[in-house]
C-alpha cells in the first residue's frame, strides 16, 4: 500500500482520501484522483445530464460531469478536474467535489 501511494504521489495522482486530509491545499486547483466507483447518480438537463460519482478508497469524494457514464460501480476510474470543498452553480450543490467539464 505505501508503494502505491508513493507512485500516486510521484505521478501527481491521488486517491480520494489523500485529497480528503487537507481539501483546503487542493480548494480550486487542478487534480487528477484514481479509486473506485461506488455509486452512481445520473439526471438528465437541458442539452445533456449531470453525473454525480462517489469515487473511493477508504474515504469518497463526490465527481461531477455533465455528461452520461461511461462505466459502471465497482470499476477503478481516474478522473481530472478542479477540486471544490464547497460547490453549488444553481443547478448542483455538493461538498467534496471534482467538477470534470461543466456546460
Same mark, same amino acid.
Given at each position: 500500500?505505501?508503494?502505491?501511494?508513493?507512485?500516486?504521489?510521484?505521478?501527481?495522482?491521488?486517491?480520494?482520501?489523500?485529497?480528503?486530509?487537507? $481539501?483546503?491545499?487542493?480548494?480550486? %486547483?487542478?487534480? =487528477? @484522483?484514481? &479509486?473506485?466507483?461506488?455509486? *452512481?447518480?445520473?439526471?438528465? #438537463?437541458?442539452?445533456?445530464?449531470?453525473?454525480?460519482?462517489?469515487?473511493?478508497?477508504?474515504?469518497?469524494?463526490?465527481?461531477?460531469?455533465?455528461?452520461? $457514464?461511461?462505466?459502471?460501480?465497482? %470499476?477503478?476510474? =481516474? @478522473?481530472? &478536474?478542479?477540486?471544490?470543498? *464547497?460547490?453549488?452553480?444553481? #443547478?448542483?450543490?455538493?461538498?467534496?467535489?471534482?467538477?470534470?467539464?461543466?456546460?
Amino acid at each position: 500500500m505505501k508503494l502505491f501511494l508513493a507512485v500516486l504521489l510521484a505521478a501527481n495522482v491521488f486517491a480520494p482520501s489523500g485529497i480528503l486530509q487537507a $481539501p483546503q491545499k487542493f480548494e480550486r %486547483q487542478k487534480v =487528477t @484522483v484514481v &479509486g473506485l466507483v461506488e455509486g *452512481i447518480s445520473t439526471r438528465p #438537463i437541458q442539452g445533456g445530464a449531470i453525473t454525480q460519482i462517489a469515487l473511493c478508497d477508504s474515504r469518497c469524494i463526490n465527481v461531477i460531469e455533465f455528461a452520461k $457514464p461511461a462505466f459502471s460501480i465497482g %470499476q477503478s476510474l =481516474t @478522473v481530472s &478536474g478542479t477540486f471544490h470543498q *464547497i460547490f453549488s452553480n444553481g #443547478i448542483i450543490q455538493a461538498r467534496n467535489v471534482i467538477i470534470v467539464s461543466a456546460p
